[in-house]
């Protein structure tokens, strides 16, 4: 088995936006709307330099009286009109964009419950919670504002330059020598706010990580007195994404005065060109006043749209990074074998597994028959393999070499979710919602009633502690379990199964915290469940396994003994020296 990297793939940035840019297409109608206030707002520029203009010929020229009320009117209306573009133009783009992530996240967060587990051993939680907070939210700011700025600035620009050249087309064309270095100015310019762009997505990863480490183990920290390291270490992470963050900043504060300086040079040959030309006659002064007027407001818009390359290139980098993980391959989901209720026969055959190549195999040729209805326990030292065993059966990973099967019929030909239908699983590390204790139980039965929950939940002794609790079942237990002890959250999990009625039963270690009273009883609550299932125990306690049907001792990834619990013991091999062990202390 590979491991799947979660590191972002490198992709064509053009590609990504393209990508980004497909998610807004069911809403062009929205986003042209906004189109429009963007074409609202540039012309209103250029309108201004054209009352520049009116205001001097009309004043100063042909002394014309009604300008006294042209002017000023005209003023207000332009400065309304400009406001209403604004607003529609900011608003109907940010309307398309809340959308788009609204969709990108959902995409995401399904994604999350569909990637194999073997992606999830690779991967940090807290970078995939970064994913799906933090980099979305800044491809929201590239797909809208960036987007806005974009289109709402050139527009204006090419409105102003328009402008330009119907008043003078000769001196508009000085301006426009200016146009291939500050491109190309630009460019280069982006190529850097992409590269930090990445940078401080990493980074932000990398304080979510560290936070959330810190956070969920808290009381370790604690005990460990660990809070100086974990502070440490999140300094280093918190102080890397202020460098990187800076080193944005800095490009991005660089490169106006140098985009503007560069503009400048332009302006001086055109207002060298232009003040001879009024000199000489060529030019009148309210032709000269409303090209400067109009040459100056170009100025905005190229600010800020140099500005905006830095978010642009920051959403493109997340957008690699929320592809990456959308484009990753789904768990396997089966062919399309469906059952109603398996009888319960399991074999592994010839079975080998490898987590990491480097380790070399945790499973070897496994051969394996359980009939259905019967116990099986599996018994061995800690890391021999017991638990990726078992792991096997609702295909968290898949074989390397052999097969598993139930009645019969390889597992990778079943349905995934009809084969996991067959599983109850009471795992070592049991997890609880921040949920009441009954919505707890029911988890996997959405179904359940409250009798059957009920009775569950009295047959795994739950209702012994639920029932001194004032809101009896539907106490909630916390975050992650956090108010109960860790025997209450084990006799819930062990509910969960109860209620789930499966015919296959997988108990890894599901007593071993509880105490001797209460293993006793969930011990009988458990010989109950277990009549009519095929059930595999893993317990370190052999007194719980003694009953079993057959015993298996693994060492290694290989199963060194299998028989009978009195069997075994008189073969005075491995178990028999487990069992001494165990009893002797
Ligand atoms: N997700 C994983 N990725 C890589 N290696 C793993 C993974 N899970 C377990 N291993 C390794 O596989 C080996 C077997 O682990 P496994 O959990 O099956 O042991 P176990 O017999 O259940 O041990 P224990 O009794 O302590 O629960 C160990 O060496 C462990 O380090
Ligand atoms: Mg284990």
Do not use: C
């Not at 491991?3 to 069911?26: D, I």
């Not at 209103?44 to 006294?68: Q, S």
């Amino acid at each position: 088995m590979s491991t799947p990297a979660a590191s972002p793939v490198v992709t064509n940035p053009g590609q990504v936006y393209r990508r980004l840019l497909g998610y807004a297409r069911p809403y062009l109608g929205t986003f042209l709307v906004g189109v429009f206030g963007m074409a609202l707002f540039a012309a209103t520029d250029a309108l201004l330099a054209y009352l520049v203009k009116i205001f001097l010929g009309g004043a100063f020229i042909e002394h014309d009286p009604r300008v006294i009320w042209i002017v000023p009117l005209g003023a207000i209306a332009l400065f309304f009109l400009r406001g209403a573009g604004d607003y529609v133009s900011t608003y109907f783009p940010a309307s398309v964009g809340r959308r788009i992530i609204k969709a990108l996240r959902g995409e995401l967060f399904a994604k999350y419950l569909r990637l194999p587990v073997a992606w999830f051993d690779a991967t940090s939680t807290a970078d995939m919670l970064s994913r799906l907070t933090f980099n979305i939210e800044q491809v929201a700011e590239a797909t809208t504002n960036a987007v806005t700025v974009l289109i709402r600035d050139t527009l204006t620009i090419i409105v102003l330059l328009g402008y330009l050249f119907w008043l003078n087309w000769q001196l508009a064309a000085f301006a426009l020598v200016l146009a291939p270095p500050i491109s190309w100015l630009i460019r280069r310019i982006n190529s850097s706010f992409r590269r930090y762009s990445t940078r401080i997505q990493n980074s932000m990863a990398d304080v979510t990580r560290v936070s959330k480490e810190t956070l969920d183990a808290q009381r370790i920290v604690r005990v460990f007195n660990a809070q100086q390291r974990q502070q440490r270490e999140f300094e280093a992470a918190n102080e890397l994404n202020r460098h990187s963050n800076m080193r944005l900043v800095n490009a991005r504060a660089v490169s106006n005065p140098v985009v503007q300086f560069v503009a400048s040079i332009g302006l001086a040959i055109v207002l060298y060109v232009a003040i001879s030309q009024v000199q000489s006659s060529a030019m009148r002064v309210d032709d000269f006043m409303s090209f400067l007027t109009a040459l100056l407001l170009v100025t905005a818009p190229l600010r800020r749209l140099v500005n905006v390359f830095g978010p642009l290139q920051q959403g493109i980098a997340a957008g690699a990074s929320v592809f990456a993980v959308l484009d990753a391959a789904n768990e396997d989901e089966g062919a399309d074998h469906r059952v109603a209720r398996a009888r319960g026969d399991i074999e592994y055959r010839g079975v080998t597994f490898t987590y990491r190549a480097d380790k070399g195999p945790v499973l070897r040729g496994i051969d394996l028959t359980l009939a259905a209805g019967r116990t099986l326990a599996i018994v061995g030292r800690s890391g021999s393999g017991k638990s990726t065993l078992v792991a096997l059966l609702p295909r968290f990973y898949d074989p390397e070499a052999g097969s598993v099967r139930l009645d019969g019929v390889d597992l990778r030909r079943y349905a995934l979710a009809n084969l996991r239908d067959q599983i109850a699983v009471v795992s070592q590390d049991i997890v609880l919602f921040a949920d009441t204790i009954r919505a707890n139980v029911a988890f996997g039965s959405p179904d359940a009633t409250p009798g059957a929950i009920e009775a569950a939940a009295e047959a795994a002794y739950v209702m012994d502690f639920a029932r001194e609790l004032p809101e009896g079942l539907d106490t909630h237990v916390g975050d992650r379990g956090a108010l109960l002890s860790g025997g209450q959250r084990q006799r819930i999990s062990i509910a969960r199964a109860i209620l789930k009625d499966a015919p296959v039963l997988v108990l890894d270690e599901a007593t071993s915290a509880l105490d001797t009273e209460s293993e006793r009883h969930i011990q009988a609550a458990l010989a109950r469940l277990q009549q009519g299932r095929t059930t595999l125990v893993i317990a370190h306690r052999l007194s719980t396994v003694e009953q079993a049907d057959e015993i298996i001792v693994m060492d290694e990834g290989a199963i060194v003994e299998r028989g009978a619990h009195a069997e075994l013991l008189a073969r005075g091999g491995a178990y028999a020296q487990l069992h001494r062990m165990q009893f002797n202390a």
